[in-house]
């Protein structure tokens, strides 16, 4: 059996390294010039910056890709866990433990007392938002102070606009394992809060794909960009602008727009894929001087700022910059995202303002000056998992034919390793 993948992100990466070894065979098609897809690292004037995922989660099937291409050496854990909301003008932590549930000054007694009721509130309902059903389970004042602006800044996005059978499928799942969803989060919070430490390695999360690529690099053509699949036989012939690939399989891992260009000769039903609505995001990599410790903060959504949040790479792993002799030098990299479905109409405007929103309101949070190192814009950020995402209902893919995408299933690294492994098992079988 052959399968073709198309896309050397992660998702098409980790699917060749589980691939190998095994009687399938396989050939990767990218058609950028570097493998990693979203996931970019490299360094302006001799620091560190992430274009795309800033850590990752040191979780089962990133562990053992690490082992499998003997990284360890490289790895990067991260030091103070700590993450803050930002409210009522100042930084808060989020608690994550019992103890810092207990001291939180995000929530008054009666938002904990609402907290510890959750057990006592019916079932997630698959066609509530996000927002309702954080609101309805946990208290008005824990959504707006903690959970609205932590799970909404993981997308970039507004839960009042999320659906929950689009962007918490795994919650209803966990809620019907323990019955509620206080339990699981007690029992992690008594474990001393997240069972997966955050990480990355030494020259950025880029360092993971770049390494899958080097040992499978026999069977992954980069700038080879798909031109078209058609049907041949019992398979598919993957067309490009100077050779084919018969393949049994095709596996898709490509972003929803380009999916649908590359299956509209295939199916009718692609156009529904076109529909999918991505929240567009800037990256603001700020240089300054800071001694607090900690991940970042995300903003809370009624307060005055146009920032959503600030991931500190900089003390998270410990990275000063590094001068063109190799010398650390001081300061360090801070990450601010603006845009998202908040305010998407930001993108349009120039690097240069940009840049003075991200400085100018990371001075008033941090109480630190910042000079701007770089500006980043992705008009396809993060999937919305909003309404839009009712379009997937009229998608079906043609036999032999398989999306494994952020848009389809979960998103984040671990997660598309995981569903890439599965994948792979699935084929070897």
Not at 86 to 106: N, V, W
Not at 193 to 198: E, K, L, N
Not at 282 to 290: E, G, I, K, T
């Amino acid at each position: 059996m052959t399968v073709g993948i198309i896309g050397a992100g992660i998702t098409g990466l980790a699917l060749a390294h589980h691939l190998d070894g095994t009687e399938t065979e396989y050939v990767v098609l990218e058609a950028d010039d570097e493998p990693g897809g979203v996931i970019r690292s490299g360094r302006v004037d001799g620091y560190l910056l992430e274009w795309g995922p800033q850590r990752l989660r040191r979780t089962g099937p990133v562990d053992e890709l690490v082992t499998d291409l003997g990284l360890d050496g490289e790895v990067i854990e991260a030091g103070d866990t700590k993450l803050f909301v930002y409210a009522d003008g100042d930084l808060r932590r989020a608690p994550f433990t019992i103890e810092e549930f207990g001291h939180t000054d995000l929530l008054s007694w009666r938002g904990k007392l609402d907290v510890l009721k959750e057990p006592q509130t019916a079932p997630a309902d698959p066609e509530e938002t996000a927002a309702e059903m954080f609101t309805r389970k946990f208290g008005e004042e824990a959504y707006e102070n903690l959970i609205g602006p932590l799970f909404g800044g993981t997308y970039g996005s507004l839960p009042e606009y999320m659906p929950v059978k689009h962007s918490l499928s795994g919650v209803l799942r966990m809620e019907e394992k323990y019955g509620d969803l206080l339990t699981p989060v007690l029992k992690r919070a008594m474990a001393g809060g997240s069972s997966a430490p955050a990480m990355s390695f030494d020259e950025g999360v880029q360092q993971l794909p770049e390494a899958l690529y080097e040992a499978h690099h026999e069977n992954v053509h980069l700038e080879t960009p798909v031109t078209g699949i058609r049907e041949e036989g019992a398979g598919y012939v993957l067309e490009t602008d100077d050779e084919s690939f018969e393949v049994d399989d095709v596996v898709i891992t490509t972003p929803a727009e380009v999916s649908a260009d590359l299956l509209a000769p295939l199916t009718e039903s692609a156009d529904a894929l076109r529909r999918l609505s991505y929240n567009p995001l800037a990256f603001v990599h700020l240089r300054a001087d800071s001694d607090r410790d900690g991940f970042g903060y995300q903003v809370r959504h009624d307060e005055d700022l146009d920032t959503l949040g600030v991931s500190w790479n900089a003390s998270m792993f410990g990275r000063n910059g590094r001068s063109n002799d190799g010398a650390d030098e001081a300061g360090g990299v801070y990450t601010v995202f603006l845009g998202g479905m908040k305010e998407p109409e930001l993108l349009e405007e120039s690097d240069e303002t940009l840049g003075d929103i991200a400085a100018t309101e990371f001075a008033e949070v941090m109480g630190t000056e910042a000079e701007v190192l770089s500006v980043n814009k992705l008009d396809r950020g993060f999937p919305a998992y909003d309404a839009s995402w009712d379009a997937l209902e009229e998608f079906e893919a043609p036999d032999g034919i398989h999306l494994a995408t952020n848009y389809t299933a979960r998103m984040g690294v671990p997660s598309r390793i995981r569903e890439a492994k599965a994948l792979a098992e699935r084929f070897a079988k």
